[in-house]
């Protein structure tokens, strides 16, 4: 009786000997970093973020007043100075 030879596992399941980096941990690839455009915020980001910040302020401003933290002068100075922001 002859024996039949298994077939080889495929090649991702077979163990690699000796390591490829013996002693040492493979190289790290190193991903090219953005350029500096590509970190910069879009202008309709800004706007955005402007509105949303903005928004934020007065909400934030719109509570001190109610608690009595700020009176109604304090309040309407620093409203006009966050609407007036660019």
Known sequence: MTRR??????????????PK???????????????????????????????SERLSNLQKLGELHDSGVLNDQEFEREKRRILEKP
Do not use: I, L, N
């Not at 596992?9 to 000997?17: A, E, H, K, N, V």
């Not at 690839?29 to 402007?50: M, N, Q």
């Open 21 to 51: 980096f013996p002693g040492k941990t493979p190289p790290v690839e190193k991903k090219p970093s953005p350029s500096k455009r590509a970190k910069e915020p879009s202008e309709a980001d800004k706007v955005t973020r402007s509105a």
């Open 5 to 18: 030879k298994r077939p080889a596992p495929p090649t991702y399941m077979q163990p690699t000997y000796p």
